[in-house]
């Protein structure tokens, strides 16, 4: 069963910006794209920036902050080469707060 957490009040995020969320054992980068909410990795692939750091460019696209590489808020797509993705998280409202499904655990993770 899928489980949601808050991370932020709605209007905390200004338009066209991110922030970064700790969601279970995640780092979860959360954007506010025209007053809709979105929830990607926060991790950038290239090098691990921090995605929620990026500002949205004019389609909506986040870009990384260190060499501008750049991810689809919605589904995570790379847009550099959009045969690849990175993870994107469910997220919903509820009253006035922004709640991201907790992402299971990366498959390359490894226990100890
Ligand atoms: S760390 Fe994100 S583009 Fe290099």
Redesign the pocket.
Known sequence: MSKFVTVAKVGTIPEGQGATFPVGDRLVAVFNKGGTYYAIDDL??????S?GAGQLDEDGAVI??????RFGVCDGTWLDNPRLKIDAFALRIEGDEIQVEIPPKKATDSEG
Do not use: E
């Open positions: 950038c692939p290239h090098m691990g920036a995605l990384c902050p260190w060499h501008d590489w």
